[in-house]
């Protein structure tokens, strides 16, 4: 039976409800393919919004990718200890949220991983071979710690400590949705859908007065047995049914616990989170997925996130648990 998901709090659809036509853009960007769908307005023009949209995603990933050398993310992780380093105002918000979701989730997100994605073979070095030692893993979380990195309040610079490798690869995806999302709207499209590798984010309604409708996947069926209507609302979904770490003849999910700089072991299969930011909604579904099961439930109540957790029965279902902001957005 399909379920239906719908915001409890429905934005004025305004402008949305505008006649147009329907219009699709798409191209490649952090190391996967964005998209974009907008109702069109009677005189609006479009002319030049693919290239304008894929310039304000190249400009995101300069600043923000730990695979570009050139890139200011880059730029501070090589930066000497004790320095502060100034960078550029959208980076410098993003890893500020990523420092906050950090405080809050005490260190099981951390956005200051870099060199131990790199070890275990998530980061630009490539894949491995073998799995880590001990002394390897230790001296990677050594030049790991949330808590380590200072951000100016003027919001211009941070603080290397030395031997930190940020990676927000679990943010920046979220953060480049909403701005596809803002950049549209300034463009007078006020109805669209924006995706980056299949995290969305979705404002007003499609040409037939439809919001735009979205699946939520079971991993283990490949079906999509859940719909929600993202109508001012974005979802990104963490896991690690489809990307994993072969060593030898063992395989690891590629979300590591900063905690214990090795990749999770809990029972989780996959969550979701539904947020207006899609950014919020990106980091926040990689947190929950850390925490596991029943902590990251008890963090979504207390924190006000939608959010479903899928995870593996003792038979070989999948079990779901729904936050309770989640349940109320059942239709």
């Not at 600043?63 to 105002?89: C, K, Y």
């Not at 410098?92 to 949220?97: D, I, S, T």
């Not at 949705?177 to 669209?192: C, T």
Request: glycine share 12%.
């Amino acid at each position: 039976m399909r379920r239906v998901l719908i915001p409890c709090a429905v934005p004025a659809i305004g402008r949305a409800l505008q006649d147009g036509t329907l219009a699709e853009w798409s191209g490649e960007t952090m190391g996967t393919t964005w998209s974009v769908k907008a109702v069109v307005p009677a005189g609006c023009r479009t002319d030049g919004l693919a290239a304008d949209l894929a310039r304000l995603l190249d400009g995101i990933d300069r600043e923000m990718s730990q695979w570009r050398p050139d890139s200011d993310l880059s730029r501070f992780n090589r930066a000497p200890a004790g320095s502060w380093v100034r960078l550029p105002r959208r980076l410098h918000a993003v890893l500020g949220v990523g420092l906050d979701l950090a405080r809050r989730t005490q260190g099981a997100y951390d956005p200051t991983i870099g060199a131990l994605a790199d070890l275990w073979g998530f980061g630009p070095s490539g894949p491995i071979l073998q799995r880590p030692g001990p002394a390897a893993i230790a001296a990677a979380q050594a030049r790991s710690g949330w808590s380590r990195v200072r951000l100016d309040p003027a919001g211009e610079a941070a603080f290397q400590p030395g031997g930190v490798q940020l990676d927000l690869s679990s943010i920046a995806k979220g953060y480049a949705v909403d701005a596809l999302s803002e950049a549209l709207g300034g463009r007078g499209l006020a109805s669209h859908l924006a995706e980056i590798g299949g995290e969305l984010r979705g404002t007003g309604v499609k040409p037939d007065r439809q919001p735009w409708w979205v699946g939520l996947e079971d991993p283990l069926t490949a079906s999509a047995e859940t719909i929600v209507a993202l109508h001012g609302l974005s979802v990104a979904t963490s896991g690690d049914y489809r990307r994993v770490l072969a060593c030898g003849a063992e395989r690891h999910g590629h979300t590591l616990d900063p905690r214990t700089g090795r990749p999770r072991t809990n029972d989780l299969l996959a969550v979701t989170v539904l947020h207006p930011s899609c950014m919020i909604a990106d980091a926040a579904a990689t947190a929950l997925l850390v925490l596991g099961r029943e902590a990251g439930l008890d963090h979504a109540d207390r924190h006000g996130l939608a959010a479903r957790f899928l995870f593996r029965t003792a038979d070989g279902d999948a079990g779901e648990r729904m936050s309770a902001s989640l349940r109320r957005m059942l239709l």
